[in-house]
């Protein structure tokens, strides 16, 4: 069974809304509006302090109630981090043991890149393992979709990895791009194992409330249209709107 927090993801798909700034009212506003958890980019934040980040989590959590996944994300992967990798996994693995202790209101979740420097991804995904947080691994490619046996060789490296979710997001060019990615979907998921596919930009926007349907644990959106963390989100209310259509 694969939970974020006490959110069972077998029994529903997860919408995820991505605080990008002024954390606290936006989380709220997100909470209002009806999200199942939130993702908390330290990168967009410009938060490189751990007393810091665990205060925004700690926060968060408190004011709403909801899970936390925490997400600082790289410039190779469509992130904003500046400095060395081992500061940026750093904050992580540091969130994940806050004062040496798993916190009641720390993060529920972690995403790290299949891309990171890998010894320190392995420490990360250690002390998530250890502290009994989810683990995604994830892989954004923002030019292209790779072909359908490139995908399936990727979600595997993510689980070889450690990844209790498996995150993968392209960039389409045609509707076979989109049909493939969620071929791999239905497949991974037919196969008992949890992942998050998304097709990213116009062509793929779509995605974010079909992808569900073939078994995408996770779906991620915007608080308003014009304040995406990533090309083709949709606002949270509208997902959540058109997931209730057609569920």
Known sequence: MTHIGPFDLEQKTAVVAVILEKPLDSSKKAAEKGTDILEVRLDLLAVRDLERAAEIVREIKSETGLPVIVTN???EEGGKWEGKERERTGLLTGLLSFKDGPDKNGPDAVDIELSADREERDKVIKAAKEYGKTVIVSSHDFLKTPSLQEMKAILEEMFLSGADIAKLAVMPHSMEDVLNLLRVTLDFRGAGKS?????????????????????????????????????????VDEVKKIMEMLK
């Open 195 to 235: 992942i998050c596919t998304i097709a990213m930009g116009e062509q793929g926007k779509h995605t974010r409330v079909i992808a569900p349907l073939y078994g995408s644990v996770l779906t991620y959106a915007s608080m308003e249209r014009d304040s995406a963390a990533a090309p083709g989100q949709l606002p």
């Open 73 to 75: 994300r790289s410039r």
